[in-house]
């Protein structure tokens, strides 16, 4: 297959609250498991990465009225490929679409919202962790997905500790999200973005880059991709349901309620 190999542009990197946008339309084939894949020059879907699900929604290709439903979305290399379905026609879609074509986004409103709330819930949790006397433990991975998520963190909570910081946390949470507070994403510098990060970057971010930092107030912020809540009170309510020590590793498994 061919594709075209310059990389799309994420629009929801600059407005990550924008949930409807036009682009053009790069290319469309089938991979390999059959799905149809639509690559456009950029995109406000979120492709599943950095522990976020990906958006679902539609796009219209313009002079056509072609709909086509994204069920999935992925990054490869850079290129971002919607994965879905032309509405009527089931899989049965066998025409080409002519490069070029304008194309409307727009992304599943309900699920983007609860996603950001709960991917900013995982930032609002680290944030919370030095001020209930945990700040020992380093952030690693999360899963913000709405069927179980968590945060994992390198270091351990005493068993005796356990409960009680289960509660202090969840209560130092959602007086947090009760203030609240802007949630910025802003390109930087590496330096600056040290900076804002409280001094230190992970490892993982190349010191030549400029990475995208969130932040949810003025607290110390963290480099991420994800698309996150606008003011740290629609995140409304975290719930910490459990806090386990395992191996050196800590998870927090929490959920957002309304
Ligand atoms: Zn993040």
């Known amino acids: 297959m061919e594709m075209d190999k310059s990389p ?21 084939f089938k991979g390999d498991d ?41 990054s490869k290399d850079g290129i ?20 070029g074509k304008e194309v409307s986004l727009s992304v599943d409103e309900d699920r983007r919202k609860l996603n950001s709330r709960l991917h900013s819930a995982g930032h ?24 179980g998520p968590w945060v994992e963190y390198k270091g351990v909570v005493p068993q005796n500790e356990m409960q009680n910081k289960q509660k202090e946390l969840e209560i130092e949470a959602n007086a947090l999200i009760s203030m609240g507070g802007k949630v910025s994403a802003d390109i930087l510098l ?16 190349p010191k030549e880059s400029t990475p995208r930092i969130v932040q949810i107030g ?22 910490v349901s459990q806090i386990r020590s395992k191996k050196g590793m800590t998870k927090v498994f929490y959920n957002v309620e309304s």
């Not at 542009?9 to 036009?22: A, F, I, P, V």
């Not at 919370?128 to 991975?141: A, D, Q, S, T, V």
């Not at 590496?190 to 490892?203: F, M, R, S, V």
């Not at 003025?218 to 719930?239: A, Q, R, W, Y």
Request: charge should be negative.
């Open 8 to 28: 799309t542009k994420l629009d929801y990197y600059d407005d990550m609250w924008n949930l409807h946008s036009t682009a053009t339309l790069v290319s469309h």
């Open 34 to 74: 059959g799905r149809h894949v639509l690559i456009l020059d950029r995109t406000i879907f979120y492709p599943q990465g950095g522990g976020q699900p990906a958006d679902t929604g539609f796009l219209i290709i313009h002079d056509s009225n072609i709909k086509f439903v994204v069920h999935d979305v992925r």
């Open 80 to 99: 971002v490929l919607h994965y879905g379905v032309f509405e009527g026609m089931g899989g049965e879609f066998e025409g080409t679409l002519e490069k």
């Open 124 to 147: 609002l949790l680290d944030i919370c962790l030095p001020k209930i006397g945990l700040g020992h433990l380093e952030p690693g991975k999360a899963y913000h997905f709405s069927d």
């Open 190 to 205: 590496y330096d600056e973005a040290a900076k804002l990060c409280g001094g230190i970057l992970p490892d993982y971010v």
């Open 218 to 239: 003025d607290n110390p912020g963290c480099p991420c991709g994800g698309t996150h809540v606008l003011d740290v009170s629609d995140i409304t309510k975290i719930k």
